[in-house]
């Protein structure tokens, strides 16, 4: 999700140093000091956020003190920092956020609120029930089980106090970009094979110069990062079988899928395979076609890797993949005759057959052997543990991204259980492509761009030569600089200044600069990213408490956050907010916190 994570170094000094309390020391801290409180005595609430959101804690500060709080502040300087005091239980609120990159519900609430997810502080049976009730169902269905999961989770239990939804905003050089090829997903990360100068004859002589945050790269193999440093790279680096759209419809544009198909029973999906992309690599500092095609082989290869958290180490996505039982190559072409599509009397053959020149006459286990134009192609199955339709919204994710076969078994040659993280460098690895002594770029590049090399300051793509060469989505400029930029602020002054021409992450409060210059585009469309406050679940007095979490809760004012910016962000019930149109909605009530609180002093 774009966040830093804390070095073990820095946590043992913030231990050592004594400026992080044990769980164990804040819970009985806790019992000793504020279980409870007399009819007269304000409730003392520690919120816990980063600099970076100082005027959100502001503004919920302020919420509180008037409802009647005795509220205190802790701010960190960084993401480090705060996830040490999160973890060692150092609050009852911390600010946070959650962006569904993957345009699907379930994203939005599996990890954060079932038992078992990976950032999960809730453990609730009912909770965990709707997430998976709403997982097997389709989009015409999962409104009603989304609802109640949302009401269980704000207003039956208050195990979260939703702030608001934030816009998604980009500002582009018009004087050098044609901003009508510039696209700004609500979900995915920026495609940069549609993007072209207004001068094209500039393809030929410069390079686009994009900006992200991070330049500490976690992995450029798709499946071991799921983060701000490598979402852009490797969606750009890799074909997958699916895409989505800019409002986050999962099509078969600019994918490895000529069309795809839902069988009857949500559980098998088929995708017909194109035969025009191959593999590029780098030598001497150059994209180059390896001959090897993109195939069915590679497809099976990379998503059976992806679902197995066991296949590398440090497996940072598999949990995005865990719903697939199997990927396997189709070459019965009878078994898409017999089956439909789901809810429909309509062939699965017919569907991937759609709008074809030439129709499927073979297929066939070898991608050396498909030949589209003779009739001759590939078909991948997959088939999910249960129903679950939104397997197409993973399967659209970076992470899904096809890699080689071959290439990653020529470098992974390592023992997963003794890897040695000093000795072994696994595909993908960011020192193969750094500067300097260790550069030995092994990239294989199924998608428009490869990396060919990166230092501190930047990283250089250039594009794939065989990659849809002669259609729409063959890359219109031949070369892109991401240049690493970490603050808002300077990156802003790089666009300003001409230094970039895209800057994708522009701050609600810097909107003004970019509509004001005659240079510029703002961008803004909505987005997945919602803002809101989790409840400390352990150890602490409101963990415990629903009528005092339900008291702070209703002294959330969402209307005062939206003046704050100026109508830049919109309100939201649950990060569910952005995806369903559940109707839930949070209104502040004072009487309410009133009686919640009087609730809570004779508990």
């Known amino acids: 999700m774009g966040k830093k994570l804390l070095s073990l170094a820095l946590l043992l000094v913030l231990v050592l140093a004594g400026c992080v309390q044990t769980k164990s020391e804040v819970e009985k801290e806790g019992k000793d000091t504020d279980t409870k409180v007399g009819p007269e005595e304000k409730v003392k609430i520690e919120v816990l956020g980063m600099g970076s959101g100082e005027e959100d804690l502001n503004i919920v500060r302020d919420q509180l003190i008037k409802n009647g709080f005795d509220v205190k502040l802790n701010i960190q ?36 609120f079932k038992s078992d997810g990976a950032n999960s502080l809730v453990d609730d049976e009912k909770a965990d029930e709707l997430i998976e ?54 979900s995915r990360a920026i495609a940069w094979e549609t993007i072209d100068f207004n001068d094209t004859a500039k393809r030929a002589t410069e390079p686009l110069v994009a900006q992200q945050a991070i330049g500490d790269l976690t992995s450029l193999d798709p499946i071991k990062g799921n983060d701000g440093s490598i979402n852009t790279l490797n969606t750009n680096m890799y074909v997958r079988l699916v895409n989505l759209t800019d409002d986050d419809k999962v099509v078969p544009d600019g994918s ?12 098998d999906y088929y995708f017909l395979l194109r035969n025009d992309i191959n593999f590029a690599a780098v030598s001497d500092g150059k994209a180059v076609d390896t001959g090897e095609r993109v195939g069915a082989e590679d497809v099976v290869f990379s998503l059976n890797r992806a679902k197995d958290k066991d296949s590398v180490p440090d497996h940072r996505t598999y949990s995005l993949h865990e719903h697939i039982k199997n990927a396997e190559i189709v070459t019965d072409l009878s078994e898409l005759e017999k089956a439909t599509v789901s809810g429909s009397d309509e062939t699965v053959q017919a569907a991937l057959e759609d709008g074809l020149d030439t129709k499927v006459s073979e297929l066939v286990d070898d991608k050396t052997k498909a030949d589209n134009s003779k009739g001759s192609y590939q078909v991948v199955k997959v088939t999910t543990t249960e129903p679950f339709p939104q397997v197409l919204n993973y399967l659209a994710h970076q992470s899904a991204g096809i890699v080689s076969e071959k290439q990653v078994k020529n470098i992974n040659t390592y023992d997963v259980a003794s890897f040695d993280v000093d000795k072994d460098i696994p595909y993908g690895d960011q020192r193969t492509v750094t500067e300097g002594a260790g550069y030995n770029n092994q990239l294989y590049a199924s998608g428009p761009y490869i990396l060919v090399k990166k230092n501190d300051y930047q990283a250089d793509f250039v594009k794939n030569p065989a990659y849809r060469a002669g259609s729409e989505f063959e890359p219109k400029i031949p070369a892109v600089t991401v240049r690493f930029i970490e603050d808002a602020d300077s990156a802003l002054s790089a ?95 004072p009487n309410q916190v009133n009686e919640f609180l009087e609730a809570y002093r004779k508990e």
Do not use: C
Not at 77 to 105: C, H, I, M, R
Not at 262 to 267: P, Q, T, Y
Not at 538 to 546: A, F, K, L, M
């Open 77 to 112: 300087p960084d993401y480090g920092t705060f996830k040490a005091q999160q973890e060692a239980g150092n609050y009852d609120l911390a600010l946070s956020s959650w962006t569904t990159v993957t345009g699907n519900p379930d994203y939005a609430v599996r990890a954060l």
């Open 133 to 186: 009730q709403a997982s097997t169902e389709t989009v015409d269905e999962y409104t009603n089980s989304y609802k109640q999961l949302e009401q269980r989770l704000v207003a039956e239990k208050a195990y979260i106090a939703p702030l608001y939804n934030s816009f998604k905003a980009q500002g582009v050089n018009k004087m050098v970009l044609n901003p009508d090829t510039v696209r700004l997903a609500k």
């Open 256 to 267: 490895l899928s000529y069309n795809f198909a839902m069988a009857e029973g949500n559980s």
């Open 495 to 589: 666009l300003r200044n001409g230094e970039i021409h895209l800057f994708n992450g522009v701050p609600e409060t810097k909107y003004d600069l970019v509509e004001k210059d005659d240079n510029l585009l703002l961008q803004k469309s909505d987005s997945n990213a919602v803002t809101y406050l989790q409840f400390n679940t352990t150890g602490r007095t409101v963990s415990d408490s629903e009528n005092l979490r339900k008291a702070i809760l209703f002294s959330i004012n969402q209307d005062e956050f939206l003046n704050y910016y100026h109508g830049n962000k919109k309100k939201a019930y649950s990060t569910l907010s952005p995806l369903v149109d559940t109707g839930n909605e949070l209104i502040a009530d």
